[in-house]
């Protein structure tokens, strides 16, 4: 198996102004959290834990659900704090409605965009310009890895419709993040899968009511990945594409690095198949 090479990064934060903040008060200089509070992410049935966030991106059409500037937030947890027992997707809308926080256990009043049939909603969260949301899953029973079962990605219309359900126990075994090269009709689809190590990529075709699998892609491997008491599991996590290098940076949790995986658009050696 093989590792690809390790980048060292600088971060910075970019300047997000698509909802309003408000500075930290002055004795608080130097926090970073500022102190306004967008909205509670509890619905009304009271799921838990927040996972993957991803706005609506301009040029999605109309007629649904969601809208460009929203916010898509996928639970993973359900009411009783479970891990991998939450099935919601809420949506938090830029007009300043804020639904008020509410205790632990309890229903809330985010608003409900999907309820998902599959539990255990990760960070695998997505919008595809033309019409979709995609959602990865990886669900237990009891919130332990003793329970953990393998994972999918489902994919969701504008209106809140479940039109496809993808599993793959090479390419998709446990979803745990991704992230998106869209280009309208066509998208590729990176997706890290934690409890194997590694990263795969979907090509799709995008049309007006459903999203095809194309061509499926191993682009990397041999990631660490473990079960932890605290955090369910450790592996490949947070996924960062840079379309005009053509490298795709994953976030190795159980490795506390960054790698950087070369021609992760084009890339077929490792493992690939066409069709669905």
């Known amino acids: 198996m093989q590792r690809k090479r390790l980048l060292a990064l600088t971060l910075s934060i970019a300047g997000i102004t698509s909802l309003p ?16 509070v967008v909205s509670s992410t509890i619905p009304a049935n009271g799921d838990l ?4 966030v991803t706005f609506v991106p301009q040029g999605f059409p109309g007629g649904g659900a969601i809208a460009p500037r929203d916010v898509m937030i996928s639970n993973f947890n359900n009411s009783n704090n479970l891990q991998g027992t939450g099935t919601t997707i809420v949506k938090l809308t830029p007009n300043g409605v804020v639904a008020p ?3 632990v256990g309890s229903s809330g009043n985010a608003a409900t965009f999907f309820t998902s049939p599959l539990a255990g909603l990760t960070t695998a969260l997505g919008v595809l310009q033309r019409g979709f949301v995609i959602v990865g899953n990886l669900p237990t029973t009891d ?3 003793n329970t953990l079962s393998h994972g999918s990605l489902q994919v969701i219309d504008r209106k809140g419709k479940l039109v496809a359900t993808l599993n793959d126990p090479v390419f998709l075994d446990s979803p745990w993040d991704l992230t998106i090269n869209d280009n309208g009709d066509q998208a590729q689809v990176f997706v890290s899968n934690v409890l194997s190590g590694t990263v795969s990529r979907l090509d799709l075709a995008v049309g007006q009511s459903n999203v095809t699998v194309l061509h499926k892609t191993v682009i990397a491997m041999g990631y660490a990945h473990r079960f932890d008491p605290a955090a369910l599991v450790l592996g490949p996590t947070g996924l960062a594409y840079d379309k005009a290098t053509d ?5 190795s949790t159980a490795d506390n690095k960054i790698f950087a995986v070369s ?14």
């Open 263 to 276: 021609h992760a658009g084009k890339t077929t050696s490792l493992g690939s198949t066409t069709g669905t």
């Open 143 to 145: 919130g332990t890895s």
């Open 247 to 251: 490298i795709l940076c994953v976030a």
């Open 49 to 52: 834990n927040p996972y993957g």
């Open 101 to 103: 926080s509410v205790p």
């Open 21 to 36: 903040m408000t500075a930290a008060h002055a004795d608080d200089e130097g926090a970073f959290l500022p102190r306004l």
